[in-house]
Nanobody, 113 residues
């Protein structure tokens, strides 16, 4: 059984910052290879960022240079630091444990212009 709990969403003005957290409860190996996705109203869920088991990181072009993914293995938590936020970043953000195909419930990010 795996549970992912996200937090850190909120409302900010354009140019602001937020840090999302996702803590995994359950099977530890599920923390190897974690991703963030987002889904805006009326749009499909899209990939945002990934951190692999070796620490390698990947980003969508739309967030590269503004978002940073990191992981604290001792806390089974993955973070997404989001800087220079834009209105188009507004979405529900979900974390996913790729190895276990498990999703969190999502946390809302709203960026106003």
């Amino acid at each position: 059984q795996v549970q992912l709990v996200e937090s850190g969403g909120g409302s900010v003005q354009a140019g602001g910052s937020l840090r999302l957290s996702c803590t995994l409860f359950g099977i530890i190996y599920c923390t190897y290879d974690m991703s963030w996705y987002r889904q805006a109203p009326g749009k499909e869920r899209e990939f945002v960022s990934n951190i692999g088991s070796d620490g390698t990181t990947r980003y969508a072009d739309s967030v590269k240079g503004r978002f940073t993914i990191s992981q604290d293995n001792a806390k089974n938590t993955v973070y997404l630091q989001m800087n220079s936020l834009k209105p188009e970043d507004t979405a529900m953000y979900f974390c996913k444990a790729e190895q276990c195909n498990s999703w969190g419930q999502g946390t809302q990010v709203t960026v106003s212009s």
